[in-house]
């Protein structure tokens, strides 16, 4: 007596197929786990028989073996409970056999209940990439299934229910998605008063994709700043969203009768994690906060703060868009295409420049290796806060509100997805690399040479090069949508590298001037230029 169930592991965002093999025979009674399980997972062999005789069927005396199939995928969790059960079941002849193929997930309780599970919306994409048309979910996690089109979902609260939609006697079809609190729609741009540089970065930033980093003493208001660009992006897509929310439904993080996200994930985390916190990985891994940030923002503050492992630990994430999260068999691959907006003081009192400031030359070198020039490299934005004083913050403009700056990224936003049509995953101008970047941003030889002259000037490094390049594609995009990239677009891109530093000789290095590219921009630009008119380059 025998039955085979579809059911399915995680590996990393995304699901493989696992086929859960059943079979009686006589014998000594015993119940044998076999295929790679975990601890949770052969701890099954205990809920399963429990549940189904609680659940008021009587097995007969016979000996259990469970394969779950193929054996080199490690089983993780009690996902798997569900199908074991069916599958037993079908195999005593307790209940009828399925009428056509269907996918089964679910943990059970002791008493017969069916419990959540992670990762069903990859599941169920899985189940249609199968052609298996109908997939049992438990109850909590019927919204995730139904965003699947084309695929029939039941989702079940019982053992016993689910045993009656497995022989077709009865059908639960899923609540619909319980809605989302809608965030903090109360943080507008507008109550930011002056900071115009940062919060034209920003939204150069939130209409390419960019990544950001404010340097400005206490006070100055990154953290503010920082907290209110998710209401300077637009909605994700729906393609988007489905990417997303698949990650918080792996990692466990979407709530009972939870849906599709429908608001880009903002994380941000203390300067206290963990690598494994901020990458992903433990064991079992578990998706890290660069992950959980997909197609989101990731708030990075007193960023010199995160410990140095963790800090390097972003590269991959933030050159890649997806991490290795390294397991015992293999790696798994998570998504992890975030916008990075980081904060950090100037030196460690935050006071440089200021007579206040008590910092050595020293300490302030110090606290600024403490960000890696690897990590800066990929920072597409470099951007300095200023002080204000209480007396001026009153008389500064308020400037445009968040709803005002999110229509112009918008139309940046629906630019490049025109322009990157052909190029699945590729939504904006910060994804751009290599020759797609040179000939999609179509600069011009004006701009070209401009790129040039700066790059040899500010001794900037071949990636430093592509990142002016991108953010130059954005503030063009973001100037009417102009076709190609001129100078203007570049000489302003420029200047939000304030890091940036040549490269030093051994005696005494300066402490880097934040000023120093915005100087060596307003030098490469003749008086003529802020009228707006293209700089010629000598
Ligand atoms: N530019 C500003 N406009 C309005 N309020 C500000 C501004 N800068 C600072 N503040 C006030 O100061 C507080 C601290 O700002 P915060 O963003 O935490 O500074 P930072 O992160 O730069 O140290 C804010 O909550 C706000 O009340
Ligand atoms: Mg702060």
């Known amino acids: 007596m ?3 169930l579809h059911c399915a592991a995680l590996l990393g965002a995304t699901a493989v197929p696992v086929s859960v093999q059943v079979d009686l025979a006589r014998g ?6 076999v295929g790679l399980p975990d601890a949770a997972c052969i701890d099954a062999r205990v809920r399963v028989v429990t549940a189904v005789r609680n659940a008021g069927w009587e097995l007969p005396h016979k000996r259990v073996t469970v394969n779950l199939a193929p054996g080199d995928v490690r089983k993780e969790g009690a996902g798997f409970d569900l199908a074991i059960a069916l599958g037993l079941l079908q195999a005593a002849n307790l209940v009828a056999p399925a009428a056509g193929p269907m996918l089964v997930m679910g943990e059970l309780s002791l008493s017969g209940d069916v419990l959540p599970v992670r990762g069903v919306l990859p599941i169920s994409l899985l189940a249609r990439r199968m052609g298996i048309g109908r997939i049992i979910v438990p109850e909590l996690n019927g ?3 139904a965003l699947v089109e084309d695929l029939r979902v039941d989702a079940v609260r019982t053992l016993a229910e689910a045993a009656q939609v497995f022989s077709g ?3 639960v079809p899923p609540s619909p998605a319980e809605a989302q609190p809608s965030r903090d729609a109360m943080l507008d741009l507008s109550d930011v008063r002056g900071q115009e540089t940062c919060k034209r970065a920003l939204e150069i930033a939130a209409a390419g994709g960019h990544s950001a980093l404010l340097v400005g003493p206490p006070g100055a208001g990154k953290t503010m700043l920082a907290r209110r660009i998710p209401g300077l992006l637009p909605p994700p897509s729906f393609e988007e969203a489905v990417e997303a929310t698949s990650v918080w439904s792996v990692a466990g993080r979407l709530g009972a009768r939870q849906g599709l996200l429908t608001q880009r ?11 494994a916190g901020l990458v992903g990985g433990g064991s079992p891994p578990r998706p ?5 940030a997909h197609r989101g923002v990731l708030f990075l503050d007193e960023l010199p703060e995160f410990g140095r492992a963790a800090l390097e630990a972003l590269r991959q994430p933030l050159e890649d868009g997806e991490v290795a999260v390294v397991r015992a068999r293999g790696a798994a691959l998570l998504p992890s295409r975030f916008m990075l907006i980081a904060a950090m003081n100037p030196c460690p009192c935050g006071y440089e420049g200021d007579p206040r400031c008590q910092c050595t030359v020293l300490e302030k070198q110090r606290y600024r290796r403490r960000v890696s020039g690897p990590i800066l490299d990929r920072i597409d934005l470099h951007v300095e806060a200023g002080a204000l004083k209480p ?5 500064m403009p308020a400037g445009d509100s968040s709803a005002a700056v999110r229509d112009r990224v918008a139309i940046a936003r629906e630019l490049q997805r025109q322009r990157f049509r052909a190029m699945p995953g590729v939504y904006a101008n910060a994804q751009l690399r290599g020759r797609a970047l040179r000939e999609l941003s179509r600069a011009s030889s004006d701009a070209r040479a401009v790129l040039a002259k700066m790059m040899e000037r500010l001794g900037l490094s071949a990636r430093a090069h592509d990142r002016v390049l991108k953010l130059a594609r954005t503030v063009a995009d973001l100037d009417d949508g102009h076709p190609t990239v001129e100078a203007k677009h570049v000489l302003e891109a420029v200047q939000y590298r304030c890091l940036d530093r040549p490269v030093q000789g051994r005696s005494a290095p300066p402490v880097p001037s934040i000023h120093l590219a915005r100087d060596a921009a307003l030098q490469a630009v003749p008086p003529d230029a802020s009228s707006g008119a293209i700089p010629e380059v000598t």
Not at 265 to 275: D, L
Not at 391 to 395: H, Q
């Open 169 to 171: 006697e009865l059908s």
């Open 391 to 395: 007396s001026e913050l009153a008389a």
């Open 288 to 292: 890290g906060e660069v992950s959980l």
């Open 2 to 4: 025998h039955a085979s």
């Open 143 to 145: 919204p995730e299934g």
């Open 265 to 275: 994930p903002f994380r941000a985390p203390h300067h206290t994690i963990s690598v």
């Open 28 to 33: 000594l009674p015993g119940f044998f786990l």
